[in-house]
């Protein structure tokens, strides 16, 4: 009986196992996860529109990113606590300093603004 029982269980514990979702490498959905938001501004802090802003992930070297708004914002969200990351901005060859998000910051919702200056 107790053979039974175990071999229940065990085939139990396995068609749940089987049945999970899969989890992405790299992104998270529950609450322990973090949002980098903000805007993309110009010289004069005017929104720029159709910027590009990229995510890097410093742990694995991945890069996303973003298409700014017309009001210059952008958001990145489902990203690991425990990486280190970098934002920067792209404007028509401009670009604006890199900004970095630690490990070691604990907020779960981060916003910058990129501030790109003109090369000209």
């Keep these: 009986m107790r053979t039974q029982t175990a071999i229940v269980s065990v085939f139990l514990l ?10 992405a490498t790299g992104q ?4 322990s996860s973090r949002i980098v ?5 110009n010289a004069e802090d005017q929104p720029l529109a159709k910027a590009v802003v990229y995510l890097k992930d410093t ?9 700014t708004q017309d009001d ?4 990145f969200s489902g990203l690991v606590p425990n990486v280190d990351y970098e934002v920067y901005a792209d404007f028509q060859g401009a ?7 630690s490990a070691f910051d604990e907020h779960k919702q981060t916003m910058f603004t990129l501030k790109v200056r003109s090369g000209k």
């Design 14 to 23: 396995l068609v749940g196992l089987v049945l999970m979702p899969p989890v």
């Design 28 to 31: 998270r959905t529950d609450s």
């Design 37 to 41: 938001s903000g805007r993309v501004v």
């Design 59 to 67: 742990k694995t070297l991945a890069i996303r990113s973003y298409i």
């Design 72 to 75: 210059g914002a952008f958001r």
């Design 95 to 101: 670009r604006s300093n890199v900004k970095s998000l």
